[in-house]
């Protein structure tokens, strides 16, 4: 089910990354997710942090707030130069995500804090209809150069 654009010999050889996964719309799809990214980035060998909390709350807002019934979600990873895209796409792209207040106590509704707080940019795209991608952008430093900093 893993969909990569080139050989793992190429992928070492290319400063373009690509990996692209469609997963259940499902709390395991979410769980899934956060797995496959976390070995994908160890195969390519760069970080897994942050990027493993941001796809777990990119991916659980998904299947929480994008999840219609029998259609999945994409779990897409780009690496371009130092730079790391996050792409989770759903099939309600009448539901855009919103950052909102919680109560202090409250057990949920902190997920978009934490994406903006860990990585440099996110935002969402909209289309083709009825889907939306959500996205998370993380810079982090290739030998011999400076790290990208946060916004």
Same mark, same amino acid.
């Given at each position: 089910?893993?969909q990569e654009t080139a050989t793992p010999e190429a992928q070492l050889d290319s400063?373009? +990354?690509?990996?692209?996964?469609? !997963?259940?719309?499902?709390?395991? =799809?979410?769980?899934?997710? +956060? !797995? !496959?990214?976390?070995?994908? !980035?160890?195969?390519? =060998?760069?970080?897994?942090?942050?990027?493993?909390?941001?796809?777990?709350?990119?991916?659980?807002?998904?299947?929480?707030?994008?999840?219609?019934?029998?259609?999945?979600?994409?779990?897409?990873?780009y690496v371009i130069g130092d730079t790391l895209r996050i792409e989770v796409t759903?099939? +309600?792209?009448?539901?855009?995500?919103?950052?909102?207040?919680?109560?202090?106590? =409250?057990?949920?509704?902190?997920?978009l804090l934490l994406v903006d707080a860990l990585a440099d940019r996110w935002g969402?795209?909209?289309?083709?209809?009825?889907?939306?991608?959500?996205?998370?952008?993380?810079?982090?430093?290739?030998?011999?150069? +400076?790290?990208?900093?946060?916004?």
């Amino acid at each position: 089910m893993n969909q990569e654009t080139a050989t793992p010999e190429a992928q070492l050889d290319s400063p373009v +990354r690509n990996f692209s996964v469609p !997963l259940s719309s499902t709390p395991r =799809g979410a769980r899934l997710a +956060r !797995l !496959l990214a976390t070995e994908q !980035l160890r195969d390519w =060998g760069l970080p897994t942090h942050p990027t493993d909390h941001l796809v777990a709350e990119l991916a659980a807002n998904a299947v929480t707030h994008g999840r219609v019934p029998g259609r999945d979600f994409r779990l897409t990873l780009y690496v371009i130069g130092d730079t790391l895209r996050i792409e989770v796409t759903d099939t +309600r792209g009448d539901r855009l995500p919103y950052a909102r207040e919680t109560a202090p106590d =409250g057990e949920s509704g902190r997920g978009l804090l934490l994406v903006d707080a860990l990585a440099d940019r996110w935002g969402v795209a909209h289309g083709p209809a009825p889907r939306k991608t959500v996205w998370a952008e993380v810079g982090f430093c290739v030998a011999g150069t +400076r790290p990208v900093t946060a916004r």
